[in-house]
């Protein structure tokens, strides 16, 4: 029977105990991982003061006026860098090129705040993964805030990706040297509050799935959130449990693994009538993605390949693209 609804799975044991408690946990998570593609994660490790450090620190930024905010916008579409405004984004569109409308929210994104040596940050090969972030003036610790937040959820991405190693039957430490310059976004959605009616077929982010390797998103509970496709083609809501994160996996690992895992679409909808007010949202989502060059292709013994390899930097270039009104 495969789990219809995203399970609460404590992961401390895996951080504090031994074997067996490690095998427990990546038991769990295969099934997850498996049936839906989401987990929410408890026992984590991250302080719950650094999240609501960046999460307010984020709120300022985004009641700044537009014009503070134009500022710092995304140079062009193939960095992902800056803010990026409402109207400016269909996420629907990274699998449907026709899909229409653009989604309700606004946002602000930094890549990597650690650089690798210059010949492997700026190889050609590294296209504009390392572009430099884009730092507002205000408000005044935002960037310190952030750099740290960056940090820890690379710190807790690669305890993640080594509980997936072991939930492959790879050795744990199987995916560290290909994360070990990672190319992930943070990247902080704000959803205004709705005034007025969206338009129709308009909502707050469009069906989509992730592109990398796993994201850890922090959000909140407000009228108007995330739903998954789950494995009976109905749109369930995730769960939102205090001090836990909600993990889901990405395109890369549904292609490392040959699709024994799912990249499930999800989706966030719209506060229902009369819910507008109120219905302010922030989410803090960070995507990590494997190094550029690290090599995607099946890791499943005696299975033919379902996908033709590709690396995580080219994979992750196509789609920053697509999904962009400019
Ligand atoms: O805000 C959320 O709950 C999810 C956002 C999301 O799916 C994304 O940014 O990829
Ligand atoms: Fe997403």
């Known amino acids: ?20 408690e490690k095998q427990a946990v990546a038991q769990a998570v295969d099934r997850a991982c498996r049936d839906i593609g989401f987990l929410v994660i408890r026992g984590h490790g991250i302080s719950p003061e650094l999240i609501e450090q960046t999460r307010s620190v984020s709120r300022d930024f985004f009641d700044l006026p537009a014009a503070d905010k134009i500022r710092v916008a995304r140079p062009s579409v193939d960095v992902a860098r800056g803010y990026i405004g409402v109207d400016e984004e269909s996420l629907a569109r990274s699998r449907d090129p026709a899909a229409y409308g653009s989604d309700l929210n606004e946002s602000f994104m930094i890549g990597p705040v650690d650089l690798p040596p210059a010949d492997y940050a700026f190889a050609p090969a590294a296209g504009k993964h390392f572009a430099p972030n884009i730092w507002p003036g ?3 610790g935002l960037g310190e805030v952030w750099r740290t937040y960056y940090r820890s959820m690379g710190s807790l991405a690669e305890l993640l990706m080594q509980i997936f190693a072991r939930a492959l039957n790879l050795p744990e430490h199987y995916f560290d040297n290909k994360i070990d310059k990672h190319i992930s976004r943070l990247r902080v959605r704000n959803y205004p509050e709705q005034r007025v009616t969206p338009e129709p077929g308009q909502i707050r982010a ?9 994201t850890i998103l922090a959000t ?9 496709c789950n494995a009976a083609g109905e749109w369930v809501d995730v769960p939102i449990v205090p001090d836990c994160f909600i993990i889901n996996i990405g395109d890369l690992l549904a292609r490392w693994t040959n699709d024994a895992w799912v990249s499930t679409l999800h989706r966030v909808v719209n506060p229902p009538a009369g819910a507008g007010a109120g219905s302010r949202r922030q989410s803090l ?10 090599a995607i292709e099946n890791l499943v013994a005696g299975e033919a390949a379902k996908y033709p390899p590709t690396t995580s930097g080219d994979h992750l270039r196509k789609l920053y693209v697509a999904t962009q009104n400019a």
Not at 2 to 19: A, M, T
Not at 206 to 214: C, F, P, R, V
Not at 220 to 226: A, I, M, Q, V
């Open 1 to 20: 029977m495969k789990l219809l609804n995203v399970p609460v799975i404590d992961i401390s044991p895996f951080r504090l105990g031994g074997e067996q």
């Open 138 to 140: 205000a408000p005044t």
């Open 206 to 214: 469009g069906a989509h799935s992730d592109y990398g390797s796993l």
């Open 220 to 228: 909140e509970d407000k009228p108007g959130g995330l739903q998954v």
């Open 285 to 294: 989502v960070f995507f990590h993605n494997p190094n550029y060059d690290a």
